[in-house]
């Protein structure tokens, strides 16, 4: 999250006079049936002020939204890119990370621990959320709405 | 491990008095040399009564079995299927593991330590047998013999 | 590490009248840029009396170095050889680790975890270095000097 100088996204005045601060969002993407709202959470996180969007997805991921229709940088991971990027991500960084499942992968004990796994290295959590789910099953492991991930970004940018 | 209306297996009448219970069984098949017995295994299983028995395999799996004798459905792996199976197995349904490996694999102390994490999740361990090894090492690390898997697999349908 | 009888490299007399001990020196290595020097630690481990050097290679390490070059066998790793190498470990025999990697990556907490659950497995580490790395960052996270490596070998080969 580099502060710069006043500096926005297209069709906004280079002379606009108030400085701001540009962030760099990074969307990493999995294959959670989840991923079919990648296009919604990317046009919204894209109406935030001074933000740049970039996407890292795993091919799992890519079932469920068209590539075509990505309207910022993808990348791709058949290298286990994603993976890496995580892993050597400065976490003086934030990292959120949006759990998706199935209800029995949910209430299965190795979820919790892994959770646990990550908020231990600071990584902030955006609780999955209980609905039907698109297998149909009722319960637990829903991925957060669009909006509420986009209200969880906002704070953490107006905070760096 | 539904119960169900009386229903059997090919070849006994639709009209037999007596209800009973049905089960289905999944079974998971990795790359050991193990592997080779599950004919064997699957033969024994569909004497049960009332048994379904269906098989995931890894790739690996199959350089030890030839998939043209397998009498049951069999799921392959190539999206990690299997690995998937269980993380969204339903764990009000029981799993059994029946580790297989070398013997240095057995002794490696990363292999209690995974041992003792999927009995913490629940699951019962068919505990491999010390005998002289396919690689023609002796020692622990052989599979279970095959009649007290399926002894086994019987214990666990009749507390079903 | 089998003592065996006087036995040595090419090029030395098999009349050699003093008997010598004679190691198996298997390297692993894998896809970080620190794999550029294993032409350099394969030439030096080769000094060292009575060592026969293998390689085992994953693929990414191969993007470090030319394979045309490696003056010992060297196994791949499409299978991930290496990985059931380790697991398949006779713990009796000692096992080196060479940290490599990107300073974030050594920063996250993670690392310490990693590099804490091999030392209990009895492994001996060989702890990075810090310098200017590969990509540019200054920081702790560089694999150890080759001749570190190559002394700390020696002096785990003598007291064998």
Request: negative net charge; glycine residues 4%; aromatic residues 8%.
């Amino acid at each position: 999250m580099e502060p710069e100088a006043a500096e926005q996204r297209a069709g906004v005045s280079a002379r606009e006079s108030v400085p701001s601060k540009r962030f760099h969002v990074l969307v990493g993407v999995t294959g959670s049936v989840a991923a079919l709202k990648l296009p919604l959470l990317l046009s919204s996180l894209l109406e935030i002020a001074g933000v740049d969007v970039q996407v890292v997805t795993t091919e799992s991921a890519k079932h469920f939204y068209n590539a075509q229709e990505i309207p910022v940088p993808l990348y791709s991971d058949s290298d286990e890119w994603q993976t890496c990027v995580v892993r050597a991500w400065d976490l003086r960084r934030p990292v959120l990370f949006c759990p998706a499942m199935n209800t029995a992968m949910w209430e299965h004990p190795i979820t919790a621990q892994q959770v646990a796994k990550l908020k231990e290295f600071g990584y902030t959590e955006i609780p999955c959320i209980q609905k039907r789910l698109v297998c149909g099953d009722e319960g637990y492991g829903a991925m957060a709405e669009v909006w509420t991930i986009v209200e969880k970004v906002k704070e953490v940018l107006e905070r760096s």
